[in-house]
């Protein structure tokens, strides 16, 4: 796992590490739609760079998540993984 010391990741690929998409298509598509916020702020690039204590605003699949990245994860892992990666606020 990849820890917050100054690092970063790109929001679709968080996203997807997260398990809030199936796919990095799927997340950038939605980031390109206007469903996302990055700390409070609309989001249309897919390449935006995130970094632990980010909070992700998700408007997806029927609800909205409000999630505080703790973890940017180093891969696509099983669902018990992926809830480490973030917390619900």
Not at 53 to 61: L, N, Q
């Amino acid at each position: 796992m990849i820890g917050e010391g100054g690092e970063s990741i790109r929001l679709d690929r968080w996203l997807h590490h997260a398990r809030l998409f199936k796919t990095r298509t799927l997340a950038a598509d939605a980031i390109g739609a206007g469903g996302i916020r990055l700390n409070g702020q609309p989001c249309s690039k897919p390449a935006q760079a995130v970094r632990g204590g980010d909070t992700v605003t998700v408007s997806a699949h029927g609800r909205v998540r409000v999630l505080r990245i703790l973890l940017l994860g180093a891969r696509r892992g099983p669902a018990s993984e992926a809830a480490t990666l973030y917390e619900e606020l």
